[in-house]
């Protein structure tokens, strides 16, 4: 950075699943329940292979990652659908929870003075199941996913726009924060032209993804940002 402060940041764009939210790989367990409405085998090279990519790939926009799995846009629509359905399921067993400090650490930053939008690459339904299961219905004035920006997700910056748009916190994109645990979060706060582009170590990708990606901060979690955006720079 080098015409901003971290105290200048006046929006907080927040991933959920891995940085706000602890999911326990359920995203995984979810992919089980896709790969098998498509017939792909449990144990296979084709599975393992798929898995592969879906761990790689954590962040993006899941009808995209299924659109490079499976090809044909119908299936890609049966693994989406049913990915988003067991995921559901597992959300409404109780099986996520906040990150620790991740509410707190949202109300610290409304307190002063900033706006906070939650973004997922999930679909809304799955989206609003989350905010459903932790009482987060309140917690921010917005949260989006990727149909509500036109349905490209990450790692493209529209979600991050779009929260610009809608919000009107900032003046411009230098005033705006991303943050989350994958590359894809990261590099979707790059091709925004976000000041602050923060990578936190409670989801799936490790320091270096993050610094490789374009990270101008890595973070324990998501409870260090408040600190952060007082500093004088």
Not at 1 to 18: E, H, Q
Not at 55 to 72: D, P, Q
Not at 136 to 156: H, Q
Request: hydrophobic residues 45%; proline residues 3%.
């Amino acid at each position: 950075m080098t015409d901003l402060t971290t105290n200048d940041i006046r929006l907080v764009v927040l991933d959920m699943a891995g940085t706000t939210v602890a999911d326990g790989g359920l995203v995984e367990r979810a992919f089980a329940a896709a790969a098998a409405e498509l017939g792909v085998e449990p144990g296979s090279a084709d599975h393992a292979g798929k898995l592969a990519y879906v761990r790689a790939t954590m962040g993006e926009s899941k009808i995209s990652v299924f659109r490079h799995l499976f090809g044909a846009e119908d299936l890609a629509q049966r693994a989406n659908a049913a990915f988003e359905k067991a995921y559901g399921d597992l959300v409404d067993g109780g099986l996520i929870a906040p990150v620790p400090g991740a509410r707190e650490a949202v109300e610290e930053l409304r307190a002063d003075g900033r706006t906070v939008v939650l973004t997922t690459g999930f679909a809304r339904v799955t989206q609003d199941a989350i905010l459903d299961a932790l009482g987060w219905r309140d917690l921010v004035p917005l949260t989006l996913c990727p149909a509500d920006a036109g349905g490209r997700g990450r790692p493209y910056p529209d979600m991050v726009l779009e929260a610009f748009v809608r919000t009107k916190a900032a003046d411009g994109v230098r005033q705006v924060a991303v943050v989350g645990d994958t590359s894809y979060d990261v590099l979707s706060g790059v091709r925004a032209g976000a000041g602050v582009v923060a990578g936190v170590l409670t989801g799936a990708h490790g320091a270096q993804d993050l610094h490789d990606a374009g990270a101008t901060h890595v973070l324990g979690s998501v409870a260090e940002l408040p600190a952060l955006f007082r500093e004088a720079g």
